[in-house]
Structures are given as C-alpha cells and as structure tokens.
C-alpha cells in the first residue's frame, strides 16, 4: 500500500495496513539536504527535492509544500523579514493594515497570486510528478493568522473587542482570499490542504465561537467542494477550544502538544481523525527512541482508531534520525486498531 493510499483509505475510514505518519518537516528537511532555510522558503526546486529526500529517507507517507506562514501577506504587500537560515516572518513593528481604513485596498485582490504564492504552485505540482505514491499537501492561513499577519497580532486582539465590524470585515477578505489560493493548489495538485490558524490558539471559547470558527468552516467547505482533504492545524494550546475544532468539519485535526488527545477524542467524538500531540522538542528531540515509542503509544492509546502518527508541531532542525525513525516505526507496526501490522 502506498503512503498516499494508506492516508486516503484512513481518512475515508477504510481498512489499511497500518497507521500513516504524516509530521510536518521543514527546517529538518532543509537541513537534510544541507541548505540555508531561506532556499527552500524562496525556491521550489529546493523544498520538492528536499521534501522527496525527507519523505523517502524515512518513509513517511505525505509531502508537504508548507515553509513558511508570510507567502500570502508577502504577496500582498506586506513586510516580512527573511533571514539566511530561519523561516520567513511578518515585520511586526510594520503591519500592511496598521490603519484600518487600508483593507479597502486590498478588497479589490481576491485572486492575486504573486511569486511566493506562485512558488508553492510550482512545489505542488513538482511534489505530485516526483512523488506520484505519497499523499501531496498545500497549505493555506486560516483567518486568524492571516489576519495577524495583515493587521498585527496585538492590533488584531484589541480589534476583537474595540471594531468587530472591522475583524468581521478582515476575516472576509482572508477568507475569500484563501480560498481562491485554495482552489489554485487544488488545481495543481494536492490532494490535501492543510489550514494553519495558529494565532487562534491565543484567543478564548467566545472570541473563537464568535469571530474564527464561522470563517474556519467556510475555508473547509470550500475546500472539500475543491475535492480536496482538510488538515486544520492550529499550534499551541488548543484545549479550551478543542470541542470547536471538532465542528469545523475538517478531515483531520492537529494537535499540539499542550492539548490533551484524551480529551480531544471525548470533545469531538469518535469520528474525528486526529493527529499528534508527540511534544516536538521535549520528546522528539531532546529525548531517545524508546521515550518516543512510549510517548506514541500514548496518544495511539488515547485517540483510539482514528489517529495519524506525528508531533504536535514541526519536527525540529537537529532531531536525531534515530528518534524519528522510531516514530515512523511505530506507524508501521500497528494498525490503527492497536493490532500488530
């Protein structure tokens, strides 16, 4: 069975012949392939080789065109600072709607696809021709993150209590606007999008039920008329929230390590594929193969069938192989009942 058969079938609820793996490797597959990280940010040649060398390597069974979260506010004007070797970021002390009444200027852009956009295009689409047996996956930012990205994150959570109107009317261009990036990953060929909403981890069950959650199902909607999977991937501590995630109708549910999965399972029900919650640096990293085995067996444990193996976040540059491999061991061992493979 191949990486992207096993992850299809799972997904669909179907038998398969043992649990997928799917972590999301980016500064570690940089590193493995022995390039500066703004290479595989800025240069889609760069990011498929090295998504093909990390996927292939240790038997993972997706591929992912994720680097970094500035693509869409780059390409729409925004100040972002790109070092040599860390991940691209938003200029924060230089938002693009530090004046609110510049979102007018935006408005008229649901379409754009500038050059870091159209690079992910390009990844997309080199991943699915050199990697026709894995599962492709594109990448989107949820409303949250987006609209940080555009306002500023502190600007962006005194807004939620000061201008609704005005997040409500941010949020709807983000989403309109991420959903036609959607639709163009979607045509280039992934079969699964990934929405990172990680600043929503920062805001409470109120603000998130009344501002984020309506906008996040609308992005997955989308998303499955595409004919495209889901993955709603939102770091930090999520617990507060995790019964709303459930409502999202994503296929899969990420989890970071601070959010329980025991209690991820009982929020949102039997159903739900859920992915995570290996504490990436703790355990992943710092620790050895048989913690990691035991840590897995653990979430495996307590989300019962519908699991996906992987950490809560991105596996970390200098993770020892012997680590990872062991996770990838442990999906190949087990079937998602907890029989053996």
Known sequence: MTGRERLLRHLAGRPVDSLPCMPITMQFAAGLIGVAYRRYAFD????VEAQA???????FDHVSAISDPAREASDLGAAIVAEEDTPPAMDGAAPLLAAKDA????EGKPGVCGPRMTDRLEAIAGLRRTCPDLLVE??????????????GINNLMTDFMDDPRFV??????VTQFEISFARMQADAGADLIGIGDAAASLVGPRVYREFVLEYEKRM????????????LHICGNTRRI???????GADIVDLDYPAPIADARRLMGSAQVLLGNLDPVSVLRDSGPDAVRDAVAACHRDAGARYIVGPGC???????HANLRELVRYAREHKPDGSAA
């Open 44 to 47: 889609h040649r760069v990011l």
């Open 53 to 59: 060398r990390v996927a292939g390597a240790f038997g």
């Open 103 to 106: 979102l007018r200027s935006l």
């Open 138 to 151: 594109g990448w989107i930012e949820g409303p949250c993150a987006e609209g940080a990205d555009l306002r």
């Open 168 to 173: 409500r009317d941010l949020f709807e261009f």
């Open 220 to 231: 997955v909607e989308a998303i499955h008329d595409m004919g495209a999977l889901v993955r």
């Open 242 to 248: 995790l019964g709303e995630l459930g409502a999202t």
């Open 314 to 320: 991105e596996v970390p540059r200098d993770t020892p």
